[in-house]
């Protein structure tokens, strides 16, 4: 912790196609997003505190800050936090640098606007990402799992063996947080969220459905509970796991993810937790077009 983070250094060597290296910048964007929302919430300081220099000069995120959470929610999103620190320095090291930290807004203001648009109405009072460990945790479901898609998305993409390896070892982890949040979910899906009076696995199926309209390219997302017929094999209401006819998991393009952290249904139009938008070749391409 607070070690200083040698920028140069562990880029120096980098074999990874130029093709490929746009595909993984445009990755840590949601990288950047899931570490500083996960070390605020879990830590209350950010990765300028916890690895100097590994964050490329871009700006600290707007708005977050320490969640009251119990101590075991804490400890686990803690961990979740440094794998995050992790990811980051992995992606940089493999493709000799990578894009700075974009702008980010992490506010509960930020948090508050997405609910209310999952819902179709703002919610009274506005939620509060950092109020508990319910309101923590329906936060944290809106974000590993659109890293997820990614990653699956990316991979059929990727050219080298390098990067192919690398998004699979950044999925197998990402996989594994989304499964997480969804189980302690799960656990109080009937548990009615204070002081609105909905349950959490309405929540879940609000945020899902959000993300799948916004997204513009079909069922890719579904909360914890479901039609039977949505369910695994069509048997079962329960759906820890988002997964599609075959239990495998959906794959989104840049775009889609684009027009869900975004906010806006629109790729070329930022907002949402990126408010100038995303970093990297393959964002900016989007943005260049925008007449926002």
Known sequence: MGQDYDPITPYSRSNVPKADKNILEFALNLEYLEAEFFLYGSTGKGLDHIQPGLAGGGPPPMGARMARLTPLLRNIITQFAFQEVGHLRAIKGKIGGGIPRPLMDLSSKSFAITISKAFGRPLIPPF?????????????????????????????????????????????????????????????????????????????????GLRNKLGHAG????????????????????????????????????????????????????????????NGTIAKKYLKSSKY
């Open 219 to 278: 069922l890719k997302d579904k909360g914890l509970i479901v039609p039977v017929t949505l369910g695994v094999e069509g048997k079962m209401p329960g759906n820890l796991l988002i997964a599609d006819t075959d239990s495998l998991s959906y794959g989104r393009k840049p775009p889609e993810i684009l027009r869900i952290v975004y906010g806006s249904g629109k790729e070329q139009v930022p907002g949402g937790f990126f408010p100038s938008g995303a």
């Open 128 to 208: 509060d990402p950092y109020a508990n460990d319910i309101n923590y945790m329906l936060a944290s479901y809106m974000i590993p799992y659109v890293g997820l898609t990614g990653y699956v998305g990316a991979n059929p993409k990727l050219q080298s063996s390098t990067a192919k390896q690398l998004v699979a070892g950044l999925l197998g982890v990402e996989s594994g947080q989304d499964a997480v949040l969804r189980t302690l979910l799960y656990n109080r899906g009937a548990e009615k969220v204070a002081p609105y009076g909905i349950t959490v696995a309405e929540f879940t199926d609000r945020i899902s």
